[in-house]
């Protein structure tokens, strides 16, 4: 059987995706600062120039790759309150995926703490750091609006200001994860979202 030939939109979305696969990669080799646009498109098996057609700048590449990973982690959040339409089987699914992602994305989140502080020196950067976590902020309200309209009315914090409080748990306990290891307390997230939904139980 004949394989499809690809229209020049797809060639293109296929190039770009395995210059962004080359750059996880190249970055979790090298790191960050490490990793050149030469690099990374040596990797990839194309040029430089191959590499600017689709990207402007490393920063960009990185950026890219940071938005993969904050879509994946909303997908994954529809996907698990599609599956469950439980917020308590909600809650453990989630304890247990944030600790399956502190577990296996140790590189990605070194390479975010090294992105970080060079995004807190560059302010075009981390503008557009902010504008992802608005984005993924905005989407997670809509997720906690859809899933728990009748919890809302005894929380104390409005669907957006529980959206960066998850967020901001998750994202803490990561970090505190690779410092203390197991001796982070287990199911913290869950419990954390259950006294900030049930302030008065």
Do not use: C
Request: no cysteine.
């Amino acid at each position: 059987m004949l394989k499809r030939r690809l229209t020049q939109k797809e060639r293109k979305q296929e190039t770009r995706q395995m210059l962004l696969d080359s750059a996880a990669e190249t970055f979790a080799l090298l790191g960050f600062h490490g990793a050149s646009v030469d690099k990374i498109a040596e990797f990839a098996g194309f040029t430089k120039g191959a590499v600017y057609a689709h990207f402007n700048s490393k920063e960009e590449l990185f950026l890219a790759l940071l938005e993969q990973q904050i879509q994946s982690h909303i997908n994954y959040i529809h996907e698990v309150w599609g599956e469950q339409q439980s917020f308590d089987r909600f809650i453990e699914n989630m304890n247990d995926y944030l600790r399956s992602v502190s577990q296996k994305n140790h590189t990605w989140s070194i390479l975010s703490m090294e992105f970080l502080l060079y995004a807190m020196r560059d302010e075009s950067v981390r503008e557009k750091w902010a504008d992802l976590l608005i984005e993924s902020v905005g989407k997670m309200t809509k997720i906690i609006k859809k899933m728990s309209p009748e919890e809302s009315h005894e929380a104390t914090l409005s669907a957006e200001e529980l959206a960066w409080t998850i967020l901001s748990i998750e994202n803490g306990m990561a970090i505190f994860y690779y410092i203390t290891g197991e001796r982070t307390p287990q199911n913290l997230l869950g419990k954390a979202i259950e006294n900030l939904l049930h302030p008065h139980q």
